[in-house]
């Protein structure tokens, strides 16, 4: 079992740039996929970013591909999301989640989910 933490939410202007983290409990951290969802208010919770067990696949949503870097350090149980040129529509809770399905984009194929990190961008 593993438990999520985020953090590095914030607001800011559309162009600035935010990093989140999900801070993991466990000593099994390693083993799972990582994935990164977003929910904006009235709609659903989409897929954003994921990498794998090591780090070294990586896989985005056409929404943020080239804007945003999703990274892990395993030492620190620790993943990252960079994110860059930053717009309005990207204002959302943003959740990471721990499953063991590459490459999982669906909520169904993530076992463990964070409590979320509020990210709002003015135009």
């Known amino acids: 079992q593993v438990q999520l933490v985020e953090s590095g939410g914030g607001l800011v202007q559309a162009g600035d740039s935010l990093r989140l983290s999900c801070a993991a409990s466990g000593r099994t951290f390693s083993s799972y996929v990582i994935g990164w969802f977003r929910q904006a208010p009235g709609k659903e919770r989409e897929f954003v970013a994921a990498i794998s067990k090591s780090g070294v696949r990586t896989y985005y949503s056409d929404s943020v591909k080239g804007r945003f870097t999703i990274s892990r350090d395993n030492a620190k149980n620790t993943v990252y999301l960079q994110m860059n040129s930053l717009k309005p529509e990207d204002t959302a809770v943003y959740y990471c989640?721990?499953?063991?399905?590459?490459?999982?984009?669906?909520?169904?194929?993530?076992?463990?989910w964070g409590q979320g990190t509020q990210v709002t961008v003015s135009s």
């Open positions: 989640a721990a499953g063991s399905i590459w490459i999982g984009v669906k909520r169904a194929e993530y076992d463990y």
